[in-house]
């Protein structure tokens, strides 16, 4: 039985990052949509699509790589667990790696970047770090 999805996406793209792979199949659900599409606007995947099986769908990532195949991400990390949610506002959001990484927030409003989150006045519970 599976406890925490969110950790379990984020596991599967560090493990096919480090065989170097195009792409990572995940089970669909809104929050990992959220998080692929934010990933997408931030430029650390090329894309993602919907995979209609049965009896789950599956979203599969298309993930960036540099010109001479070094991985465009190098570090994720779960930060908000099911044993300790974290939250925060927006004035409390710090840019990780001097604006080089991403904090991926829930927030009212749908999944969002801590850019975004700044930008609209948001909080929510934060997801993880991308950098």
């Given at each position: 039985?599976?406890t925490?999805?969110?950790a379990d ?9 480090r ?6 199949d ?5 929050v ?8 997408k606007?931030e430029?650390?995947?090329?894309g ?11 979203l599969?990532?298309?993930l960036?790589?540099g ?11 779960r930060?908000s ?9 927006a004035?409390?959001l710090r ?7 991403i904090t991926?927030?829930s927030?009212?409003r ?5 850019r975004?989150a ?5 909080g929510?519970?934060?997801?993880c770090?991308?950098?």
């Amino acid at each position: 039985m599976m406890t925490d999805p969110i950790a379990d996406m984020l596991t599967r793209i560090r493990n096919v990052l480090r065989v170097e792979r195009p792409y990572v199949d995940l089970t669909v659900s809104k929050v990992k949509k959220g998080v692929a599409d934010v990933l997408k606007r931030e430029g650390f995947i090329w894309g993602y699509t919907e995979i209609e099986e049965q009896p789950a769908g599956q979203l599969r990532l298309e993930l960036k790589y540099g010109p001479s195949g070094e991985q465009v991400i190098r570090h994720l990390k779960r930060v908000s667990k099911p044993g300790r949610r974290v939250y925060s506002s927006a004035k409390d959001l710090r840019p990780v790696l001097n604006g080089q990484g991403i904090t991926i927030l829930s927030t009212s409003r749908g999944v969002v970047s801590d850019r975004e989150a700044r930008q609209q006045n948001l909080g929510g519970e934060v997801i993880c770090e991308v950098w």
